[in-house]
């Protein structure tokens, strides 16, 4: 039996390797279960170690890469409306 300390450094190690990584996939590495895995996660989440993403985890390092979609949709709003509108959009407000 591993020690979560143990654990949790393999899954650090694990998923900075790999970039991004499933559960079952940390499951088979350490010989846990999904739910040990997805409290450990939530754990190295709130550490800022990693990043909970669905089914799995993401590395910090690498999640800068992609934009969530919530953030995506709120960039450029006004633009993009604009131009759903057909109109055309200018900085300076006119």
Do not use: P, W
């Not at 979560?4 to 790999?18: F, G, K, M, P």
């Not at 991004?20 to 709130?46: G, H, N, P, W």
């Amino acid at each position: 039996m591993m020690l979560t300390q143990e654990r949790q450094s393999l899954i650090e190690d694990y998923v900075n390797q790999h970039e991004l990584c499933r559960v079952s996939e940390l499951c088979d590495l350490t010989a846990t279960s999904e739910s040990t895995i997805r409290r450990d996660l939530i754990q190295m989440e709130k550490d800022g170690l990693l990043k909970r993403v669905h089914g799995g985890a993401q590395s910090v390092k690498h999640f800068s890469r992609d934009v969530s979609q919530n953030v995506r949709f709120s960039m450029n709003h006004d633009t993009k409306i604009a131009i759903a509108c057909g109109r055309t959009f200018c900085s300076s407000g006119r």
